[in-house]
């Protein structure tokens, strides 16, 4: 009995050991770096710049990019992600004007595209906190770079560098284990036809704006590559911070008539609410639901159609 005892006691001080010297290696080793393997078709990408990309990409980024990376004077010069949960430890988002020393100036096309599809930086650094946009279509993502790249305002090229990251243990530990970089999709991605107002709907929603990555249930159980695996898929009842640090779930937005919005909003209530923030009992949305202003009627629409094809679900969010 007493040898039995002394084994168990010198494997649970071993297993202690194993784990802190895992969590000092962890600690020490940081946010992992990856190779840097850009597909051949992205590497050479040269993005030409035309009035219709730079329209298209900041509307796209006005409502995907710059709440997270502008500052009060509207350029992206990066800022404190305040509403990152504290257990994560503190982010901050990057300068992406034009500028060759604190911005992205001296990034290449392919770099770019990579980094949005992946989170994989030029410098093979994975970026656990800011979003990716695997299954954005390809024409999407260069207008987006063709935004980036053009004349304005936000991202002419302006000085203003951000601290260093300060990832907390967890987030090393987690970046360490199971949140990994994307595989970029090799084959080409295009929009959908705007006519089928479903599958345009689900481009939308799904594709280009993530709107289930805020709607389903929680962050850690998503699927970029495939959302519709993701839990609770628009169930909603994901626990997401505000600037005050009160924690505002997110609404289950699929169809259900008593806890969805099924009987709740009608597609000009819905238009209002996702363009405007106007609630249908008259209220105001509160962050971080955002106003996307510059989505068109007619891709609220879609979306709408397109979230009364899914799956019910049964979530009442308090
Ligand atoms: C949730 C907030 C958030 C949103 C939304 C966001 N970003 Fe970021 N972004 C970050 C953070 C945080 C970093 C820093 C990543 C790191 O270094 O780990 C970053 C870094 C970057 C970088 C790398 C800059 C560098 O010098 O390393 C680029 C490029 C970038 N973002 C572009 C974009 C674009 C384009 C969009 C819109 C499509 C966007 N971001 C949306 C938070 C965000
Ligand atoms: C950054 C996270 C986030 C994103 C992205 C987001 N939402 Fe929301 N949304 C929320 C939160 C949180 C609420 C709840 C706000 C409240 O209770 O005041 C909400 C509320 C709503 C509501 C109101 C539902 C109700 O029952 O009153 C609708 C409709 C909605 N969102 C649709 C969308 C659509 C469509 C998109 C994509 C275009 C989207 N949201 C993107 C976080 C988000």
Known sequence: MKRFLKTALFTIIGLITVIGVALLFFNFKGVPTYEVAIPENMKNLKVEVTP?????????????????????????????????????????SLNITQDKEHGIGNWTDGEIMYFLKTGIKRNGKYSPIMPKLPRMADE???????????????????????????????????????????????????????????????YVANDMIACYACHSKDFSKQDPLHPENSLGFYGGGNPMPNLEGQIVPSSNITFDEKTGIGKKYTEAQFVDAVKLCKKSDG????????????????????????????????????
């Open 52 to 92: 219709e990309r730079v329209a298209r990409g900041e509307k796209i980024a006005t409502v995907l990019c710059n709440g997270c990376h502008a500052n009060n004077d509207n350029r992206l010069v990066g800022k404190a992600i305040l509403d990152l949960p504290a257990e994560f430890g503190k982010a901050y």
């Open 140 to 202: 999407d993502v260069k207008s987006v770079i063709a935004y980036l790249h053009s004349d304005r305002f936000p991202v002419q090229a302006t000085k203003g560098k951000q601290p260093e990251q300060a990832p907390s243990l967890l987030l090393k530990v987690l970046t360490n284990t199971v949140m990994k970089p994307l595989e970029p999709i090799k084959k080409p991605i295009n929009v959908p036809d705007s006519t089928n107002i479903v599958e345009f709907g689900k």
């Open 283 to 318: 209220g105001v949305l509160r962050y971080p639901m955002q106003p996307h202003v510059t989505l068109t009627d007619y891709e609220v629409k879609a979306i709408y159609a397109y979230l009364k094809t899914i799956p019910k679900i049964k979530n009442q969010v308090k």
